[in-house]
């Protein structure tokens, strides 16, 4: 069982930054691919970025491509999501995900954390 606790969200300006972080609980995190999709109201979940494992096989969707960046620390059992330029399209609310590798860019993970809820004001 793993257990995802997401924070980091808030109301920020377009053209502003943010850092989402995910702590998850469990002792094999190195061993998960982890993930960030996004949810608008009225919209279904989409995809934004995975990590296979540390070090490499990132993943993003066209729209964050070079805006975004996931990360992850195995050490502290935490991914992170840092969001920069970004823009009124962005506002959703965040939810990390977990799965043991390989990553996929649909839904279909195993764990999923409560959402974060990020703003983003023109």
Known sequence: QVQLVESGGGLVQ?????????????????????????QAPGKERAFVAADNRSGGNTYYADSVKGRFTISRDNAK????????????????????????????VTTEYDYWGQGTQVTVSS
Do not use: H, I
């Open 77 to 104: 059992n935490t991914v992170y999501l840092q969001m920069n330029s970004l823009k009124p399209e962005d506002t959703a609310v965040y939810y990390c995900a977990a799965k043991p590798r390989p990553v996929v």
């Open 14 to 38: 377009a053209g502003g930054s943010l850092r989402l972080s995910c702590a998850a609980s469990g002792r094999t995190f190195s061993n998960y691919a982890m993930a960030w999709f996004r």
